[in-house]
C-alpha cells in the first residue's frame, strides 16, 4: 500500500524558515516522480514543485522560485521542502504527492494527509 | 500561469448528470492529454478519479467519466449519489514543465 507521511509543518513568522519532509512507503521511491502541492484555508489547490526521480530536474510555481527548494533523498525514501522567507500568504496544508507514472509530464496519482504550515506573526 | 477556469459551484438531485467544465489554453489543458481530475471531501486530501483526460484509476465508479475539446476539458457526473457531495478540481501538465490546478468546483447533491 502507497503510503505518504509529511511532517515539519507549524507556526513560524514572516521571513522565517521551515523545511517539510514526507516519509514515502509501500512503493519504488526512487522510480517516481514527487511533488508538493499546497492548499491555503478555504482555497484551492496550488501546485508548488515537483523533482525528478534522481532529483536531477526540478520545477516551481513562480512564486516559490528562489525561496523554496525541493529535494530528496533515495536511500531514506524521503521528500523535502526546504521553505525560505516564508509570508503570510504561503498559510497552507503542504501535501506530498506522487506522479502516477515515472514519466516527465504526469501528473500526481497517492497523496499525504498533508501538513499545515501557519505563518504570522 | 494562470489557475485553470472552473465553475464555482454546480448542483444535481440524485439520479441525475452533472458536467464540471476546466478551461485552460493551448500551453496546457488544450495541449496536452495530460489532464486529471481530483475529487476532495472536507478535511481530507484529494483523490483521483480520472487521469490523461478520460480514464479512470482501478476502484473509481463508472459513473465518472472525462472528456475534452479544444482547450475545455469536462468531467461528469452520472447517476449522482449523496457521496458525490465534494469539491472536484482539474489539474494539467503545462508547456513551462510545470503543473496547474483549476479553482475547484463544489458539487453540491440536493
Known amino acids: 500500500e502507497v503510503q505518504l507521511v509529511e511532517s515539519g509543518g507549524g507556526l513560524v513568522h514572516p521571513g522565517e524558515s521551515l523545511r517539510l519532509s514526507c516519509a514515502a512507503s509501500?512503493?519504488?521511491?526512487?522510480?517516481?516522480?514527487m511533488n508538493w502541492v499546497r492548499q491555503a484555508p478555504g482555497k484551492g489547490l496550488e501546485w508548488v514543485a515537483n523533482i525528478k526521480e534522481d532529483g536531477s530536474d526540478k520545477n516551481y510555481v513562480d512564486s516559490a522560485k528562489g525561496r523554496f527548494t525541493i529535494s530528496r533523498d533515495n536511500a531514506k525514501n524521503s521528500l523535502y521542502l526546504q521553505m525560505n522567507g516564508l509570508r503570510a500568504e504561503d498559510t497552507a496544508v503542504y501535501y506530498c504527492?506522487?506522479?502516477?507514472?515515472?514519466?516527465?509530464?504526469?501528473?500526481?496519482?497517492?497523496w499525504g494527509q498533508g501538513t499545515l504550515v501557519t505563518v504570522s506573526s | 500561469q494562470s489557475a485553470l477556469t472552473q465553475p464555482a459551484s454546480v448542483s444535481g438531485s440524485p439520479g441525475q448528470s452533472i458536467t464540471i467544465s476546466c478551461t485552460g489554453t493551448?500551453?496546457?489543458?488544450?495541449?496536452?492529454?495530460?489532464v486529471f481530475w481530483y475529487q476532495q471531501h472536507p478535511g481530507k486530501a484529494p483523490k483521483l478519479m480520472i487521469f490523461?483526460?478520460?480514464n479512470r484509476p482501478s476502484g473509481v465508479s463508472y459513473r465518472f467519466s472525462g472528456s475534452k475539446s479544444g482547450n475545455t476539458a469536462s468531467l461528469t457526473i452520472s447517476g449522482l449519489q449523496a457521496e458525490d457531495e465534494a469539491d472536484y478540481y482539474c489539474a494539467s501538465y503545462t508547456s513551462s514543465a510545470t503543473r496547474v490546478f483549476g479553482g475547484g468546483t463544489k458539487v453540491t447533491v440536493l
Open positions: 490523461e483526460v478520460s
Open positions: 493551448s500551453s496546457d489543458v488544450g495541449g496536452y492529454n495530460y
Open positions: 504527492a506522487r506522479d502516477r507514472n515515472p514519466l516527465p509530464w504526469e501528473l500526481p496519482d497517492y
Open positions: 509501500g512503493f519504488t521511491f526512487s522510480s517516481y516522480w
